[in-house]
C-alpha cells in the first residue's frame, strides 16, 4: 500500500489517527507536512510518501504516540488505556485508584513530582512522544455579525450547559492555559468538573511564541441563553444572568521558576534565572510577556493579551451589547477612567447583584482570581467603548 497526496480513504484516516492530526480520510498538504516530519525523525527518506516501510514504521509507533492530555483520578478515555498498558496493568480505560498508585510509584522512582497526575513529563518518562492536535476533531460551522465579526460554532453536549439565560452582564475571563479555543472547549467536555464553561472562548498566541493560528479566533460552545458555573459564585442571578468569555492566555508568570501544586500544597520548581515561566513550566517567549507599572494580585509579569484579541474582544462586546441589550459602557470601563489599573479590583456590589449590569471581569466577584489582569491596551479598549 502507498498514500500520497491527493488520496482519499480510509487508510489515509487511520494514518491521520495514528500520526494525531485532524482525521477527514484526505491526504492534503497537512497530512503530508506530519508524514515529512515523522520520516525526518525516524531516519527514513524524507518524501511525504506513504510506502511499506514508512507505513510499518508509523504503525509501529502508534502505541507509544499520545495527544498532550492530562490523566488523573476519574478519568475514563483511550489515553488511559495506553498508559495502563505502559504500566503493566489491567487496561480498562478507567483511570481509578490501582491507576493512581501505580502512577505515583513510576513517578517516584523516576525522579518526577510523585502527584499521580499523568502529564507531559510523565508521558515522556514512560516512552510517550507526544503529538499536538492542531485542529478541532470536528470542524465548526460559522456565522457572519452585521459587522463582519465570524463567531464560529462549535457546541458542547446539552448536558455540559445549563439553559435560561437572560443575560444582564458580562465577564471576561482568561483561561490560564494553552491558545487553542477548541481544545478547550474539548476539555471542558472531558472533565469531571461539571457544567463549567463560558459561552465564548477567544483564541489566542502560544505562550511559546511559536503558534498564532488560532490567535483572535472566536468561537461559541451552546446557544443563546446557555450558561454555565464560570463565576464560582453559587446559584443566583448575576452567575445565571451573564455572558462569558474565556480569552486563551496563561495569566501571571514567575521568574526563576514556578509553582506546581502537589500533595496538596504549592511546591516551588527551580529553574532557570532570569527567565519566566508559566505555572505548567512552559518558558514564556520574550515577545509574549508584559511587564505592568505595579503588581496586580501579586504579581508583575504577565502573558500578553495580543493585538488580535483586544480588537476581536471589542467587536464582541459591540455584538453582545447589541444581542442582549447590555451597556457595555458601564462597570469597568466607567471606573478606569475614575481608578485606572484598580478597575479591576474586587466589587462587593457586582458579586451580590446590588448593581444591575455592565462589564466586569472574574477579578470583580472573586479575590482569589486573577482573569483577567489590566494590560494597558486592555484598558484602552475598554474606555474607547
Not at 515529512?36 to 514508512?54: A, C, H, R, W
Not at 510577556?289 to 503588581?295: A, G, I, N, T, Y
Not at 458579586?351 to 491596551?377: A, C, L, N
Request: proline share 3%; hydrophobic share 30%.
Amino acid at each position: 500500500m502507498v498514500l500520497r497526496l491527493g488520496d482519499y480513504n480510509n487508510s489515509v484516516k487511520e494514518l491521520q489517527k495514528i500520526l494525531g492530526i485532524q482525521s477527514d480520510g484526505h491526504f492534503g498538504k497537512g497530512t503530508q507536512n506530519a508524514v515529512k516530519k515523522f520520516q525526518s525523525e525516524n531516519n527514513l527518506v524524507v518524501d511525504g510518501i506513504v510506502g511499506p516501510t514508512t507505513w510499518e514504521r508509523i504503525k509501529n509507533s502508534d502505541n507509544k504516540t499520545i495527544r498532550p492530555v492530562i490523566l488523573k483520578m476519574g478519568s475514563k478515555t483511550e489515553e488511559v488505556r495506553k498508559l495502563q498498558e505502559s504500566l503493566g496493568l489491567v487496561a480498562d480505560s478507567y483511570f481509578g485508584a490501582g491507576t493512581k498508585a501505580a502512577v505515583m510509584k513510576f513517578q517516584s522512582e523516576n525522579n518526577l513530582v510523585s502527584d499521580g497526575i499523568v502529564g507531559p513529563s510523565t508521558w515522556r518518562a514512560l516512552g510517550f512522544t507526544l503529538v499536538k492536535v492542531t485542529k478541532p476533531k470536528k470542524e465548526p460551522t460559522f456565522f457572519t455579525t452585521k459587522s463582519g465579526l465570524v463567531i464560529n460554532k462549535y457546541y458542547l453536549p446539552k448536558d455540559e450547559y445549563m439553559t435560561g439565560s437572560v443575560p444582564k452582564y458580562v465577564f471576561l475571563h482568561h483561561t490560564a492555559g494553552w491558545q487553542n479555543p477548541y481544545q478547550t472547549i474539548d476539555n471542558w467536555d472531558k472533565d469531571s468538573r461539571g457544567k463549567i464553561s463560558t459561552e465564548f472562548v477567544l483564541g489566542g498566541q502560544s505562550v511559546l511564541g511559536n503558534n498564532f493560528e488560532y490567535d483572535g479566533e472566536l468561537v461559541k460552545c451552546m446557544p443563546d441563553g446557555g450558561w454555565g458555573w464560570h463565576l464560582g459564585t453559587g446559584n443566583n442571578n448575576v452567575h445565571k444572568n451573564s455572558v462569558g468569555i474565556e480569552v486563551n492566555n496563561f495569566g501571571y508568570v514567575t521568574e526563576g521558576g514556578y509553582y506546581r501544586y502537589s500533595n496538596g500544597r504549592n511546591v516551588w520548581v527551580e529553574k532557570e534565572k532570569g527567565r519566566y515561566y508559566t505555572y505548567s513550566g512552559a518558558n514564556i517567549h520574550p515577545s509574549q510577556m508584559v511587564e505592568l507599572d505595579k503588581p496586580f494580585r501579586g504579581h508583575k509579569f504577565w502573558h500578553k493579551y495580543s493585538n488580535k484579541q483586544i480588537s476581536t474582544l471589542k467587536k464582541w462586546l459591540y455584538y453582545i451589547a447589541e444581542r442582549d441589550n447590555i451597556d457595555i459602557r458601564e462597570g469597568i470601563p466607567e471606573l478606569i477612567l475614575e481608578k485606572g489599573a484598580s478597575a479591576f479590583d474586587y466589587v462587593n456590589d457586582v458579586r451580590y447583584g446590588k448593581i444591575g449590569g455592565g462589564v466586569w471581569s472574574h477579578t470583580t466577584v472573586r479575590k482569589d482570581k486573577f482573569d483577567m489582569f489590566p494590560q494597558k491596551e486592555l484598558l484602552d479598549m475598554l474606555v474607547s467603548l
